[in-house]
């Protein structure tokens, strides 16, 4: 018996090596927790030859001509000028929209409708197909029940009903019939990634990437093709004037489509939409302010949507939003990572702490979070659950700088009582109780703006972590919150609204992995017992990226000395460098918005300094670590 025990702990330890080799969250997560996050995105942007070039003042049908006459591979160029934009720009597949910087090509925003500038356009109809083999975790060969309008080069939504242990589509606001799309009058394929078809022989699929995960409760396929591919959009400014946009930026079925070095100055509803995406890139960006700051229709943010797989937000500014990025309706094996996010807020509630990153619908699963400073990481119940994220390295700061006005556009204030800090629900991370299985590894929490939180003159009490059913004051500040409800759930019982009941859950806390945490409350890192303790630099890039500039790189987590934030412990991201330091900018949007023009604070995006003896994937790859057996 021993001899079989050693032999198996000698095959896990070889598994756990293997997997070391190609990815550096494999001495911290088991096989099925992670996946391989380095080739989300485009991988590198083309830099396109210029077709045409159009002088300022050019009309919107001036520039859909050119876009629509561009030859594929090549690129449009806005020169420096306003240009009115009563309806909207539509980028076709393999050409790029390209402005000469955010601070000197300007498309006025004057119209309605989905969004001034679109990539792609429409939805996946629901055409199931039955899988009938191969919805393992890994797999890249599908059996279909029918390969009809299946072929290589188009694309698949992989789902399956919802399996009850873990997946809902109702939550604490109620059941989100809308969650698949509206595939079922239930929301009942909420979990699911997009996968691209490179083969078809028979009723045989072959798929690229791999499944992330099994799929075993009635699996289905649904096929459709991209509007567009390699459509991109540069250097450029969206003047936002509350005309009745749906969003500044839209992207609907496209795949490896980006949007780069833009700038989206108010939004009258989100910045940038993400629907039915695949290998999508949104980066080195800033998105500034916006005329809604309420729940509804539109949060006034960043927004991944409807199974949306394999895309990346990256090295972005995110200020004065509703929430700065949002997940909802089944987006999977996306990463957010380097982004800088902070005043958000909410008119209704000006002293509630909302913004960061937020999880709003069922079922996002499988996104990294790396690398970001922003206000809290918050996987809500409103619409149902979530499970299976991995953050890493990223300082979660637990409240909102809220400064003057509250409403339509003008210059931001923070100066005497227009400025504030938010002290209700004040949270750095919370779970709810339908957001299970997720991995937070070497992040920071808190912050010394949390703790000197004041109301009527009096500190906030706070906690460092609160288990349903603590009461959790609705005016405190906690550094981890787990298995409550709605924001407003205190721990006694109320806060469901009209949702399901109960909506809350003990226990949560034991489906969480924490490890290498440091909480500024405490001033301690806690690791988990017998894990590994030397973190990698990343768990997506092969190195320090060209756009990095002169930071530390890695540059948040318990290992990190001689930066500002908790314990010395964080010298913030390009992003934050580039708010604060070359924009002129503070903590809350003073004076906002800014100037900004991506190439006064970022390089090219490649990497350097990667050793010739590392695999590389990609453009990101994997850094060697030390090795642990895995957990069990």
């Excluded at 077709?51 to 591979?73: H, M, V």
């Excluded at 909410?346 to 990153?357: A, C, F, Q």
């Excluded at 190439?599 to 300094?609: E, L, R």
């Amino acid at each position: 018996m021993k001899s079989r025990n050693l032999s198996i702990i000698v095959m896990m330890w070889m598994l756990a090596a293997t997997l070391a080799t190609a990815q550096t969250w494999a001495s911290f997560l088991l096989p099925g927790q992670g996946i391989d996050w380095s080739t989300a995105g485009v991988g590198t942007i083309p830099t396109r030859t210029v077709c045409s070039t159009l002088n300022g003042g050019a009309s919107l049908a001036t520039i859909n001509a050119a876009l629509a006459a561009c030859p594929k591979g090549e690129a449009v160029v806005l020169s420096a000028g306003t240009y009115t934009i009563s309806g909207t720009v539509h980028i076709p597949a393999n050409v790029t929209l390209r402005g000469v910087g955010a601070d000197k090509t300007i498309l006025n925003a004057t119209g309605t409708g989905e969004a001034p500038v679109q990539l792609g356009s429409g939805s996946v109809v629901f055409v199931p197909r039955t899988i009938t083999s191969g919805a393992t975790a890994g797999s890249t060969q599908l059996v279909l029940g029918s390969t009809s309008g299946v072929n290589a080069g188009s694309y698949l939504v992989v789902t399956e009903t919802n399996d009850p242990n873990y997946v809902t589509a109702a939550g604490s606001g109620g059941n989100c019939n809308w969650c698949d799309g509206s595939w079922t009058k239930t929301g009942n394929y909420a979990r699911g990634q997009i996968v691209q078809v490179t083969a078809v022989s028979g009723n045989s699929v072959t798929i690229s990437p791999g499944l992330y995960t099994p799929y075993t409760n009635s699996p289905i396929a649904v096929a459709f093709n991209m509007a567009a591919s390699y459509a991109g959009v540069e250097s450029l400014q969206v003047k936002a004037n509350n005309t009745g946009y749906t969003a500044n930026f839209a992207m609907d079925q496209c795949a490896y489509c980006w949007i780069k070095a833009v700038e989206s100055n108010y939004a009258d509803g989100d910045h940038v939409e993400v629907s039915w995406g695949y290998h999508d890139e949104i980066r080195d960006s800033y998105f500034s302010n916006a005329y809604l700051h309420t729940p509804g229709t539109y949060d006034s943010d960043v927004k991944l949507v409807l199974k949306t797989s394999a895309s990346l937000i990256e090295n972005n500014i995110i200020e004065r939003t509703h929430v700065a990025i949002m997940l909802e309706w089944g987006p999977a094996g996306n990463v957010i990572a380097y982004n800088y996010t902070m005043g958000e807020f909410d008119s209704g509630s000006p002293n509630v702490v909302i913004g960061g990153l937020d999880y709003h619908g069922a079922h996002p699963q499988f996104n990294l979070v790396e690398g970001n400073v922003m206000t809290q990481f918050y996987a809500d119940s409103i619409w149902g659950s979530s499970s299976d994220t991995t953050a890493f390295r990223n300082w979660f700061v637990g409240t909102n700088h809220i400064c003057a006005p509250a409403s339509g556009r003008g210059t931001v204030s923070c100066t005497g009582t227009k400025g504030y800090y938010g002290y209700q629900a004040a949270r750095a991370i919370q779970f709810s109780y339908l957001s299970t299985r997720n991995y937070f590894v070497g992040n920071l929490v808190g912050s010394s703006q949390m703790q000197a939180l004041l109301k009527a003159g009096k500190p906030v009490p706070q906690a460092d972590q609160l288990e349903y059913a603590a009461q959790r004051p609705y005016e405190a500040a906690q550094q981890w919150t787990f298995g409550y409800g709605s924001a407003n759930d205190d721990g006694l019982g109320n806060g469901c609204g009209g949702g399901v009941a109960p909506c809350h859950k003990e226990g949560n806390t034991a489906t969480q992995l924490l490890h290498g945490n440091y909480d500024n409350l405490t001033a301690v890192a806690t690791w988990a017992s017998g894990m590994n303790n030397i973190l990698p630099t990343s768990f997506y890039l092969s190195g320090k990226p060209g756009w990095w500039g002169t930071l530390p790189f890695p540059a948040i987590g318990p290992d990190i000395k001689g930066g500002s934030g908790p314990g010395a412990h964080s010298f913030g991201n390009p992003a934050q460098n580039c708010y604060l330091k070359v924009m002129g900018g503070s903590d809350g949007g003073q004076g906002g918005p800014l100037t900004f023009n991506a190439g006064n604070c970022y390089a090219t995006d490649k990497i350097v300094s990667v050793p010739a003896t590392r695999p590389v994937l990609s453009r990101r790859g994997v850094e060697p670590v030390s090795l642990t057996l895995p957990r069990k």
